[in-house]
């Protein structure tokens, strides 16, 4: 271990030095204090990822070179988000939109918002703790912006450095991706976690969030500490045991930190995997209490941050969750209507109980490929909104095939992942809803449990590249059957390219195609089966 530290001191820190002068010098303040904070945190981060690496590539074949094929993941899922996220920075204040985001060079208003309080806070004589207080409201449970003021005090005291967060949030984003190998290769095996990671490091969503100074990334890194801690806890060895314990831990306690709500689905995650598997194994008491009273702590830290009156004496826990999200919804579904005129037409054609599905499956589809492709906006707008789209659109038939993957293997394995697949789906749609079909809040929701998304896309792809399934090719066409007539219907509308159909008309088509193609799935693979036999 130590050679291998002193040979990763080689290229480590000639680059960290290189790279931390090189963003000192686009940053405000003095140049010297700069340089030292962003060589620090590249130095870290390239040590913490190399030992990763190393840690997590242990036990594993090494004729099949497994390191240098995780080294390449991690790599690439580091320099992806940062360069995105250096690039976004400078380009939006010059090719973005004229509104206070972007000239600033962000791409979310939630990460401008809470850096510019984080930054606030830190050059403040105030406690560093004060971020959980209800004046810091920007951050809703505290956690990322107590963090960013951290790193503002003590690295960048002198002047506000914006991508200090940024270069913090793509180390985190790839920091999972060794703790969710090892887990799949440990469960599974190396055809899914290689498939997996690949999709974890490339995904354009995730490298977009994970280029900002957003949840996100952290939190599908603590995902990935949970399932490593979690997968690794069958072992007998007491070494592993604890080395699960502290993962698990670290895990869950990051997620109180930056958002309870996620701690609990994830509970709900491990408890579902354990029904479904360990049916014939006792569970370990001592486990179902701690995750008893984490469920509870994250529950109670949940409501206070939904509620920062703090006043639990006449409001239950569950009452002000309900509360919240009833009127969040009502407030997404009116701001959806009221920003799009041909919504609201809709809106008022449709019978009243037909608008919560309808904003519920149009989030599905957010953000649109066709409108992406389409739309008029700037090119650097143009670029983001068509790799989103295309990463989500490109998602999307791994997870509707999910569902047939799942079934296709013996009793147990096909419970597991018949259960993530409920779940996967299951936040899908509740994302959908919560963000009341906006383009940047369902994608961004959806993509907290993202790890999960990555899971099943995974597993999918193995699947099918080990059966060849006629049913992938038939999501893959009803896919472009949708692109195809809303591509036309968005040309005719921003263009005025060609007749338009009325929605309805155009909808009631697209259902009646998908529902031939579905049928002549199920012809082919009778067919399929019959030749085999």
Same mark, same amino acid.
């Given at each position: 271990?130590?050679?291998?530290?002193?040979?990763?001191?080689?290229?480590?820190?000639?680059?960290?030095?290189?790279?931390?002068?090189?963003?000192?010098?686009?940053?405000?303040?003095?140049?010297?204090?700069?340089?030292?904070?962003?060589?620090?945190?590249?130095?870290?981060?390239?040590?913490?990822?190399?030992?990763?690496?190393?840690?997590?590539?242990?036990?594993?074949?090494?004729?099949?070179?497994?390191?240098?094929?995780?080294?390449?993941?991690?790599?690439?899922?580091?320099?992806?988000?940062?360069?995105?996220?250096?690039?976004?920075?400078?380009?939006?204040?010059?090719?973005?939109?004229?509104?206070?985001?972007?000239?600033?060079?962000?791409?979310?208003?939630?990460?401008?918002?809470?850096?510019?309080?984080?930054?606030?806070?830190?050059?403040?004589?105030?406690?560093?703790?004060?971020?959980?207080?209800?004046?810091?409201?920007?951050?809703?449970?505290?956690?990322?912006?107590?963090?960013?003021?951290?790193?503002?005090?003590?690295?960048?005291?002198?002047?506000?450095?914006?991508?200090?967060?940024?270069?913090?949030?793509?180390?985190?984003?790839?920091?999972?991706?060794?703790?969710?190998?090892?887990?799949?290769?440990?469960?599974?095996?190396?055809?899914?976690?290689?498939?997996?990671?690949?999709?974890?490091?490339?995904?354009?969503?995730?490298?977009?969030?994970?280029?900002?100074?957003?949840?996100?990334?952290?939190?599908?890194?603590?995902?990935?500490?949970?399932?490593?801690?979690?997968?690794?806890?069958?072992?007998?060895?007491?070494?592993?045991?604890?080395?699960?314990?502290?993962? @698990?831990?670290?895990? %869950? /306690? !990051?997620? $109180?930190?930056?958002?309870?709500?996620?701690? #609990?689905?994830? *509970?709900? +995650?491990?408890?579902?995997?354990?029904?479904?598997?360990?049916?014939?194994?006792?569970?370990?008491?001592?486990?179902?209490?701690?995750?008893?009273?984490?469920?509870?702590?994250?529950?109670?830290?949940?409501?206070?941050?939904?509620?920062?009156?703090?006043?639990?004496?006449?409001?239950?826990?569950?009452?002000?969750?309900?509360?919240?999200?009833?009127?969040?919804?009502?407030?997404?579904?009116?701001?959806?209507?009221?920003?799009?005129?041909?919504?609201?037409?809709?809106?008022?054609?449709?019978?009243?109980?037909?608008?919560?599905?309808?904003?519920?499956?149009?989030?599905?589809?957010?953000?649109?490929?066709?409108?992406?492709?389409?739309?008029?906006?700037? @090119?650097?707008?143009? %670029? /983001? !909104?068509? $790799?989103?789209?295309?990463?989500?659109?490109? #998602?999307?038939? *791994?997870? +509707?095939?999910?569902?047939?993957?799942?079934?296709?293997?013996?009793?147990?394995?096909?419970?597991?992942?018949?259960?993530?697949?409920?779940?996967?789906?299951?936040?899908?749609?509740?994302?959908?809803?919560?963000?009341?079909?906006?383009?940047?809040?369902?994608?961004?929701?959806?993509?907290?449990?993202?790890?999960?998304?990555?899971?099943?896309?995974?597993?999918?792809?193995?699947?099918?590249?080990?059966?060849?399934?006629?049913?992938?090719?038939?999501?893959?066409?009803?896919?472009?059957?949708?692109?195809?007539?809303?591509?036309?219907?968005?040309?005719?509308?921003?263009?005025?390219?060609?007749?338009?159909?009325?929605?309805?008309?155009?909808?009631?088509?697209?259902?009646?195609?998908?529902?031939?193609?579905?049928?002549?799935?199920?012809?082919?693979?009778?067919?399929?089966?019959?030749?085999?036999?």
């Amino acid at each position: 271990m130590i050679k291998s530290v002193q040979r990763d001191r080689i290229w480590a820190l000639p680059l960290a030095l290189v790279l931390g002068a090189i963003l000192s010098s686009i940053q405000a303040g003095s140049w010297l204090i700069g340089w030292l904070g962003f060589s620090f945190l590249f130095l870290l981060s390239f040590f913490l990822l190399s030992f990763s690496v190393k840690w997590a590539d242990g036990g594993l074949d090494e004729s099949l070179d497994h390191r240098r094929t995780l080294a390449w993941m991690v790599a690439l899922a580091f320099a992806l988000r940062f360069i995105g996220g250096v690039t976004t920075y400078l380009v939006l204040p010059i090719n973005g939109f004229d509104d206070k985001d972007d000239r600033a060079g962000y791409v979310f208003t939630d990460a401008h918002r809470r850096d510019n309080q984080s930054w606030e806070l830190a050059a403040s004589d105030k406690s560093l703790f004060s971020g959980f207080s209800e004046k810091y409201a920007y951050d809703q449970y505290g956690g990322l912006l107590t963090l960013s003021a951290f790193v503002y005090r003590y690295l960048s005291p002198d002047a506000h450095r914006p991508l200090m967060l940024v270069l913090i949030s793509a180390f985190m984003a790839a920091l999972g991706l060794p703790f969710l190998w090892k887990a799949l290769n440990q469960q599974w095996n190396e055809k899914i976690a290689i498939a997996t990671c690949w999709i974890y490091a490339l995904y354009p969503e995730s490298i977009l969030l994970g280029g900002s100074a957003m949840r996100e990334p952290y939190l599908i890194t603590f995902s990935a500490f949970v399932l490593w801690g979690f997968v690794n806890s069958g072992t007998h060895s007491s070494i592993k045991m604890l080395d699960s314990r502290v993962w @698990l831990a670290i895990g %869950i /306690i !990051g997620m $109180l930190f930056v958002s309870p709500v996620v701690a #609990l689905v994830t *509970l709900i +995650i491990f408890g579902g995997w354990m029904y479904f598997t360990r049916a014939d194994k006792p569970i370990p008491w001592i486990g179902v209490a701690a995750a008893v009273l984490v469920f509870i702590l994250g529950l109670f830290l949940l409501s206070s941050a939904l509620n920062r009156s703090g006043d639990f004496n006449s409001t239950s826990p569950l009452h002000v969750l309900s509360g919240w999200l009833k009127l969040a919804v009502q407030w997404d579904v009116y701001q959806l209507e009221r920003g799009s005129g041909w919504v609201q037409k809709l809106f008022d054609e449709m019978p009243g109980w037909l608008r919560l599905p309808f904003v519920m499956v149009y989030g599905v589809f957010q953000p649109v490929l066709p409108a992406a492709l389409l739309e008029p906006t700037t @090119l650097i707008w143009r %670029i /983001i !909104g068509i $790799l989103r789209a295309l990463g989500w659109y490109t #998602l999307l038939p *791994l997870l +509707i095939l999910s569902f047939v993957a799942a079934w296709d293997r013996p009793k147990q394995e096909s419970r597991l992942w018949l259960w993530l697949s409920f779940v996967v789906w299951g936040w899908v749609l509740f994302t959908s809803l919560r963000g009341g079909g906006d383009q940047w809040d369902n994608p961004r929701y959806r993509t907290i449990l993202f790890l999960w998304q990555a899971i099943l896309a995974g597993y999918v792809w193995v699947w099918w590249r080990e059966t060849r399934s006629v049913w992938f090719g038939c999501v893959i066409a009803m896919e472009m059957v949708f692109v195809l007539f809303f591509g036309q219907w968005y040309a005719s509308r921003y263009y005025h390219l060609g007749g338009q159909l009325p929605f309805a008309q155009m909808a009631a088509i697209i259902l009646a195609l998908w529902a031939i193609i579905f049928f002549g799935g199920i012809y082919f693979q009778r067919k399929s089966k019959q030749h085999s036999g």
